[in-house]
């Protein structure tokens, strides 16, 4: 699953670069480059339709992105110290005996 999602993110990073390249940052957009694309789809549509891709792509990216996030892990799968390597460590460690106090003279 998750490198289902990374696959959808990257897909969708490269969408959205060449998307946001074709736009103008002038407010001519796809419009200006395109003057027969005016009589086919108008200048208004081609900068509605790239606006609406830009938004989706984006929106798209982040439930992406929250999807991928790790997952918070219970408290019962917190307790199994298995494969803790801190714990494991740990428990191998040589503990010190205890020695009897020492009365101040």
């Known amino acids: 699953m998750q490198t ?3 696959i959808g993110i990257i897909i969708v990073c490269i969408l ?3 998307v946001v390249l074709v736009q ?4 001519g957009g796809i419009s200006s480059n395109f003057s027969a694309a005016n009589q086919i789809m108008g200048a208004r549509r ?3 339709f790239i606006e609406k891709t830009t938004w989706t792509l984006a929106i798209l990216l982040l439930v992406f992105s929250l999807l991928s996030a790790p997952k918070k892990i219970d408290q019962a799968d917190a307790t199994d110290t298995e494969g803790s390597i801190t714990k494991q ?3 191998g460690a040589v503990v010190p005996a205890a020695q009897p106090m020492q009365q101040p003279k």
């Open 4 to 6: 289902i999602l990374t």
């Open 16 to 18: 959205l670069i060449l």
């Open 24 to 27: 103008n940052s002038k407010g």
């Open 46 to 48: 081609g900068t509605d």
């Open 89 to 91: 460590k740990a428990s």
